[in-house]
């Protein structure tokens, strides 16, 4: 990719889900300049995204998996963009009624 970013002609589709800080995110959210693999590209290339595709489950299919456990779990949201998984936090909550934590960064739970 490096070395076609800078061309017009050059057609990049992204498949899936791209995490914020990556340069995947950096493409799809229109970077015109960007660092890759420590040298400076300007961006020429027509981005393309592709939804639908993840190996990750939706939101509806864990709020689901999580209800098949009784007694409920204690339960620690812990891998996701924050405004995401805080959506998940009260999804949990108006379906089950159990309150799923969000450890901060480094915090160390007791299991």
Same mark, same amino acid.
Request: proline share 0%.
């Given at each position: 990719m490096k070395w076609?970013?800078?061309r017009e &002609?050059?057609?990049v589709v992204i498949v899936g889900f791209q995490a914020q800080g990556t340069p995947g995110r950096a493409l799809v959210d229109g970077a015109q300049r960007m660092r890759l693999l420590?040298?400076?590209?300007v961006v020429r290339a027509q981005i393309h995204t592709l939804g639908g595709? #993840? &190996?990750h489950a939706g939101? #509806?299919?864990l709020v689901k998996w999580a209800g098949h456990f009784q007694p409920h779990p204690q339960l620690y949201l812990v891998h996701g963009e924050l405004d995401k998984m805080q959506a998940l936090q009260?999804? !949990?909550?108006a379906v089950h009624g159990w309150e799923a934590q969000i450890p901060v960064e480094g915090?160390? !739970?007791q299991l």
């Open positions: 076609n970013l800078w &002609a050059v057609h420590g040298e400076d590209l595709f #993840s &190996a939101q #509806s299919d009260t999804r !949990i909550k915090q160390t !739970i």
